[in-house]
């Protein structure tokens, strides 16, 4: 039987064709109309010279950030949204998987002043990966993760665990993803576990809807 994490990724395989067209259609208003801004606003408030977009997808982030003059590197683990971000113009697009960059087998840079994770940590133990990059951030550097917020995700069950995202609303044809919720205090306790002090915390909200449309932590290594 496949692993969730396994599942997870083999679903951005399949479902990459569609989220390429869905990202770059502007089709998720909540991303348009809030969360875009929002994780773009947080990194350029930290004035980073170069930023690892980890999970970067199709790269929109790398671009939004080439444009404001930032040198940004991705890496993500499905070929055809790192085709696809190479494609677009983004200057360096690494093709690895988490497992890969927890074993550091892959070389894909260091001493970035700040690491973004947009949407992108979707597994269960995330503490080793969140270590492997809290070991490649310069001095002074800085982790931006924006995630689904735990108290509208949870949908009546505030707890931890895996979850089964159908795209429902979605244009296309997607298979669904497995994810796994986190709760507010798992997540700042897995900061914590690899070594990461929350400096911090954001609920990025538009004026007319009922809750907040994410998460955004910024974390600084305890050092
Ligand atoms: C919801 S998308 C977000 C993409 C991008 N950050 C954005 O904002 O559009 C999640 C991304 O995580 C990547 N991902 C998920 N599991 C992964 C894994 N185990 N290794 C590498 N990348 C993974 C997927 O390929 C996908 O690009």
Known sequence: MP???????QSWHHNAGAWIEAVRGGTIESRRQVTDQAIVLA???RQPERVLDLGCGEGWLLRALADRGIAATGVDGDATLVEAARASGAAQVHLASYEALVEATVDIGRDYDLICANFALLHQDIIPLLAAMNALLAPGGALVIQTLHPWVAAAGDYQDGWR???????KGQWQPMPWYMRT???WINALD?????LAGLQEPQHP??????????VAEPRG
């Open 193 to 197: 576990m690899a070594d990461f002090r």
């Open 164 to 170: 089964e995202e159908t795209f429902a609303g979605f």
């Open 3 to 9: 692993t969730p994490e396994f599942t997870l990724l």
């Open 208 to 217: 007319q809807s009922a809750g907040p449309q994410s998460l955004l932590l």
């Open 184 to 186: 507010l205090s798992s």
């Open 43 to 45: 990194i350029l408030g």
